[in-house]
């Protein structure tokens, strides 16, 4: 297996009365690259987003991950494959607000098996978050509060270890840095990479900002490889 | 599915001022209907344990349901009486076994007076055919003694050997027959009956009090000592009502029927259970408008509920995108709402039941001195646990609803909410 992700001849709209948002007819991320995604606002990326995780479905065209072709599963096949094997990471509001930090990193355990079993193969799964929590620099007088009461940079912190809980084979990152100031950008961008490294995962990261691009083995445009052009899309 | 449960409190927990306005809202609408149910029943259940033993009730002309009110429940006045020589003539019947007159009018601060003879306490029954039993003093014998009823000793704290006056007429503030008071020579056990607020007095003296009284007020000029009245004919010349019991109860139909066709006086005989039916199917429609009221109460509380959810909802979307990114599917967050609703529900209807017991509890002593009813604390009956069922029933077909569109918004948002 040499891609992690392949799609082939992609077509998506949100309503059948709609014009295309995606038409890409060939994409491939291979398996532990770390790809830059450049995405400008309104190109699509959320729309990508959700056809990797299998949240959406194609109308035409085929989205291949680790080799299992999404179209194939059912819908809450989908749902699985995507908690046991894709870890996501998303711009802002990536925890639920009411939960402490420490359930926050555990909850992919809570829907997939397949990542409570390798989190338990490294300990047990609480020693496991903490240490994760510890590694991204959160104090362990953070971990039983409320995540709403952390700042941005620590809940984006908190957000990378619940993506990275279990080693799913794929992280797919949508502007995480975009909500940090400056320095910490960079801190943290040091952090996703070094996390990915570690892992061993296939890391997809989609933004904006250009200047990014210099930290990954691979970039790709998604303007140059959508034929859908300017589509509205979140 | 733990899970879920686990997610789904902490999440209610987290807009617990919110949702516990909604469930206090089931709760009352709840309490409300168990309550208008449970009056119901306990009221028929009061109202027909009040007499039994007694297979017609005598008075002049009117409505059964009117004669019923006021010969056994003391409700309402009697529109005519009936002459001594009516009661002669039932007691000349071959089937009558016993008949007891009844005098009724007069009252003391709101309880009213039954003046009979003491036969009434070895003939009446009430409950499944128990008889009335004095906790202290002895029975009515002479012409100023008074018998109290339970509850009317108990609230104006009368103790045997107490004196006291009783009123012309049923209002609190009527002429006094002060100046001949009535003494207190026995007290009944409670019976949950209208027995319990009455003042039980003899003919003679209903006769006595009102010898010097002429059209409903006392003859001026004319004044009759308590010490003298012995001298006087006490021979009640008219009566309210009486109680008939029948050797052989086979004879009820035929004797109701020749009392309704004596020809010296219009009289009307009624079968306690038959009138009792009757007041059934009168006050029936009140009963169940009020039910139907109360439902509706119910189902603005569960409207409420779906209102609540669903405005929440909106501010809920990212959550649920972020538990779809973690691998939940569209039936996690369907399941989500539905528990959420469920549990809303389910302890809005617990709160009601309790709500309703501590009322009926707090409340009991009041009812029970005003109108005579008795409410006892009690388990939920089949019916009530129907009704409860029911209204479960009815807030998981409302938690649909919400559950239904969070499903919606999770397909349509996917990953990324589209706000």
């Known amino acids: ?234 | 599915m733990f899970t879920v449960f686990r997610l789904a409190a902490r999440s209610a927990w987290n807009r617990r001022f919110t949702l516990a306005m909604t469930l206090l809202s089931i709760a009352l609408s709840v309490a409300l209907l168990l309550g208008v149910e449970r009056v119901r029943q306990q009221a028929r259940a009061d109202f027909e344990q009040s007499v039994s033993g007694t297979d017609l009730i005598v008075g002049a002309r009117t409505s059964p349901v009117q004669l019923m009110l006021y010969a056994v429940f003391r409700l309402g006045g009697a529109t005519n009486n009936i002459s001594w020589s009516s009661v002669e003539m039932l007691r000349g019947q071959a089937a009558v076994a016993w008949a007891v007159p009844l005098s009724l009018g007069d009252s003391h601060r709101g309880y009213p007076v039954v003046a009979t003879e003491p036969a009434f306490f070895t003939h009446f029954r009430y409950g499944d055919g128990r008889a009335l039993v004095l906790r202290e003093g002895r029975a009515l014998a002479d012409i100023f003694d008074v018998v109290l009823g339970a509850e009317v000793a108990r609230a104006l704290g009368y103790r045997v050997g107490d004196t006291l006056a009783l009123t012309h007429g049923m209002s609190l503030a009527g002429p006094a027959h002060a100046d001949k008071p009535f003494t207190v020579t026995g007290i009944l056990q409670p019976t949950g009956t209208p027995v319990d607020r009455s003042l039980h007095i003899t003919l003679a003296g209903m006769e006595a009090i009102h010898l010097d009284w002429v059209g409903g007020a006392p003859l001026p000029g004319l004044k009759i000592d308590a010490a003298h009245v012995k001298k006087f004919n006490l021979q009640p010349k008219n009566v309210t009502a009486v109680l008939v019991g029948l050797k052989n109860r086979a004879a009820v139909f035929r004797l109701q029927r020749g009392i309704a066709e004596y020809r010296e006086e219009p009289l009307l005989a009624v079968l306690p259970g038959v009138a009792l039916a009757d007041l059934w199917q009168v006050v029936g429609a009140v009963e169940r408008a009020l039910l139907a009221v109360s439902a509706m109460v119910v189902a603005v509380g569960l409207a409420g509920l779906v209102a609540t959810l669903l405005a929440g909802l909106n501010e809920r979307r990212r959550e649920l995108a972020i538990l779809r990114a973690v691998g939940a599917g569209p039936a996690h967050v369907f399941c989500l709402l539905l528990l959420e609703g469920l549990a809303v529900s389910l302890l809005g209807i617990l709160a009601g039941v309790a709500l309703l017991d501590l009322a009926m509890l707090a409340g009991a002593p009041l009812v029970q001195a005003r109108w005579g009813l008795v409410l006892a604390p009690q388990l939920l009956t089949l019916a009530e646990l129907q009704w409860l069922g029911l209204v479960l029933g009815v807030s998981v077909l409302a938690s649909l609803v919400p559950g239904w569109r969070a499903y919606r918004l999770s397909l349509a948002d996917g990953l990324v909410p589209r706000i």
């Not at chain 1, 398996?31 to 987003?49: D, E, I």
């Not at chain 1, 990542?115 to 978050?129: K, L, N, Y």
């Not at chain 1, 061993?200 to 990261?205: N, P, S, V």
């Open chain 1, 1 to 234: 297996m040499t891609d992690a992700i392949t799609l082939h001849d992609l077509r998506f709209r949100w309503r059948r009365d709609l014009p295309l948002c995606l038409d890409i007819p060939q994409l491939a991320v291979p398996a532990g690259a770390r790809v830059f995604l450049h995405g400008p606002s309104g190109s699509g990326k959320s729309t990508l987003l959700g056809l990797l995780g299998g949240v959406l479905v194609p109308e035409q065209g085929s989205v291949t991950v680790l080799g299992q072709s999404l179209s194939a599963l059912g819908s809450r096949a989908r749902d699985r494959f995507r908690a046991d094997h894709i870890g996501f990471l998303f711009q802002q509001f990536n925890l639920i607000p009411y939960l402490p930090v420490i359930d926050n990193v555990l909850l992919p355990c809570r829907f997939s098996h397949r990542r409570a079993g390798r989190t338990a193969a490294q300990g047990e799964p609480v020693a496991v978050a903490q240490s994760l929590l510890e590694a991204l620099d959160l104090s362990p007088s953070l971990w039983q509060r409320d995540a709403a009461s952390l700042s941005v940079g620590q809940q984006q912190r908190v957000a990378l270890a619940r993506a990275l809980i279990g080693s799913p084979d794929i992280l797919i990152a949508d502007e995480p840095t975009s909500a940090l100031d400056a320095d910490r950008q960079q801190a943290f961008l040091d952090l996703l990479l070094s996390a990915c490294e570690q892992g061993g995962a296939t890391l997809l990261f989609v933004s904006h900002d250009q200047r990014l691009a210099t930290h990954f083995t691979h970039t790709l445009s998604l303007a140059a490889l959508n034929r859908a052009g300017s589509a509205e899309a979140a």
